[in-house]
């Protein structure tokens, strides 16, 4: 079974997949470990937030997980 990380998905959901994805998510300059907002915040409401754009931040995760 392969592994997507989708737009949906939230910050705290994601970072407890791979410690990879803190990296990644560190080169967007989003310091999601310890904000209390990545426990229910999804990576779109996120990238919004931040300016980014949602597809590169999930091309980049999911290039963790060979997707």
């Known amino acids: 079974m392969s592994t ?3 737009k949906d998905m939230t910050f705290h959901q994601v ?3 791979n ?3 803190l990296k ?3 080169k967007f300059q989003l310091g999601c ?3 209390m907002g990545a426990q229910h915040e999804t990576l779109e ?3 919004m937030a931040h300016g980014l754009d ?3 931040l999930l091309r980049e995760l999911n290039a963790l997980f060979g997707e």
């Open 45 to 47: 409401q996120g990238a």
């Open 24 to 26: 990644v998510l560190g």
């Open 15 to 17: 970072m407890r997949m």
């Open 54 to 56: 949602v597809e590169e």
């Open 19 to 21: 410690p990879e994805v």
């Open 4 to 6: 997507t990380i989708t």
């Open 33 to 35: 470990v310890g904000c």
